[in-house]
């Protein structure tokens, strides 16, 4: 765990997601709770570039990443060693219809 973890110690639940297959077109939630991302991981199974996204549910939500391109066939593992704090929940969304797979590693409330 990171060098801050001693100071997370209200997030006790790891975030139960499985690889699963990004939604398009309406953001997917995949926690709606406070949370701490530590990693992602996306692989793109088309053979073409498509655009993720992931954001918090905060009241004015906020973008962790806007519309970044994970390449065609390719596996981007994205780490937050410190982790990062995700006010009100996680939702991500994929720029094509079942052309991302993916994970997040976490802790939440």
């Not at 990004?22 to 709606?32: G, L």
Request: charged share 10%; with cysteine; hydrophobic share 45%.
């Amino acid at each position: 765990m990171a060098s801050l973890s001693s100071k997370r110690t209200l997030f006790r639940y790891e975030i139960q997601q499985a690889l699963t297959v990004v939604a398009d077109t309406t953001p997917a939630t995949i926690c709606s709770t406070d949370a701490i991302i530590y990693q992602i991981v996306v692989a793109n199974v088309t053979g073409g570039a498509v655009t993720f996204t992931v954001t918090d549910i905060n009241t004015a939500p906020l973008d962790l990443l806007k519309t970044v391109s994970i390449a065609a066939n390719s596996t981007s593992v994205l780490s937050f060693p410190e982790g990062v704090l995700m006010v009100g929940g996680i939702k991500w969304l994929a720029g094509a219809s079942a052309s991302l797979n993916g994970q997040i590693f976490g802790l939440k409330k």
